[in-house]
């Protein structure tokens, strides 16, 4: 029911198509202007160790309407990965959590921190990804190993030659690496043995009812026995109280993240 008007409009005759199209398109707009205008800005979460001493946090993006509003990453990521928008965004990403890890090297606590920066697949798959990491630890003069960029799972297995070969480059420049959402993805787990990351994060999907859910148990037993085998750092992600936090570390479980010891909040308010 499409056809071409000529030039680079495409017409649509289903109203309800077009409506999802132009909505589509507006606020892909949207997201472009805010990229120019600032209006992304960066969120801190606590993460910690067994004894619940922050030892980092993850950053995580949000985007501040000009109403002050501001709308979550699961919001736009995915339309900023499916146009691409997220290749300049992404480097925005690293840039500011690197300027912030910076920001805090005169800071006598939080200059110990390791920030975490999640990097999306359409990110890491760019052929000048190693380069661009590359380029702001040189331009920042940060020591890279406070750096820990969490891949996910699909990313690792997509093509695995080749993220492998990244991998490595990117170890050598002294960042660190974690497994975002493991046991979420396509779950191999042949590419494990040859993969040189250092930390598995436990999805929040397995925290939410492990206490009472034997299945749940018994996956993140399984996740961190995983850890132990291949030496790599297990920590888990959205663990909100005191009991999740006691049984994940008598299981040996090693960092900890989640809204019971913080929730994500500008740099500015992270008084640990
Ligand atoms: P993620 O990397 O798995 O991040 C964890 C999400 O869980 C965050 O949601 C965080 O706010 C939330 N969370 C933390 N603790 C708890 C808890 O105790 N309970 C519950 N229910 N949730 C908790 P957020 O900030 O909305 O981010 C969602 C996803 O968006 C992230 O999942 C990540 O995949 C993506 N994302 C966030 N920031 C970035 C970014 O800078 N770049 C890219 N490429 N993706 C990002
Ligand atoms: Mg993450
Ligand atoms: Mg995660
Ligand atoms: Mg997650």
Not at 104 to 115: C, F, G, N, T
Not at 235 to 259: D, P, T
């Amino acid at each position: 029911t499409a056809k071409s008007d000529g030039r680079n409009t495409i017409r649509f005759f289903d109203p309800y198509i077009q409506k999802v199209m132009e909505e589509k398109s507006s606020m892909l707009q949207q997201l472009r202007d805010a990229i120019d205008s600032k209006q992304f800005l960066l969120y801190y979460q606590p993460q910690v160790d067994q004894n619940a001493h922050v030892i980092g946090v993850e950053a995580l993006i949000r985007l501040k309407k000009a109403t002050g509003e501001l709308i979550p990453p699961g919001q736009f990521i995915p339309l900023c990965e499916e146009s691409g928008l997220i290749v300049p965004l992404g480097q925005w990403i690293l840039r500011e959590a690197m300027m912030q890890v910076k920001r805090w090297e005169k800071d006598a606590q939080k200059s110990q921190w390791r920030v975490s920066i999640n990097v999306s697949t359409k990110q890491f798959e760019r052929e000048d990804f190693v380069h661009v990491v590359e380029s702001v630890l040189n331009e920042t003069a940060i020591e890279p190993s406070l750096i820990r960029l969490e891949l996910t799972e699909s990313l690792l297995i997509g093509d695995s030659a080749k993220a492998l070969v990244k991998i490595e480059a990117l170890k050598t420049l002294g960042v660190s690496l974690s497994v975002d959402d493991f046991g979420t993805g396509y779950s191999s787990l042949q590419y494990l043995k040859h993969l040189n990351v250092d930390e598995l994060k436990i999805d929040q999907s397995f925290i939410r009812d492990f206490l009472t859910d034997r299945s749940d148990a018994l996956i993140v037993e399984t996740i961190i026995s995983i850890g132990k085998n291949f030496n790599m750092e297990v920590i888990a992600e959205g663990v909100e109280s005191e009991e999740q936090f006691e049984r994940l570390k008598a299981m040996g479980c090693h960092y900890f993240q989640g809204y019971f010891f913080g929730k994500p909040t500008p740099p500015e308010n992270l008084y640990m």
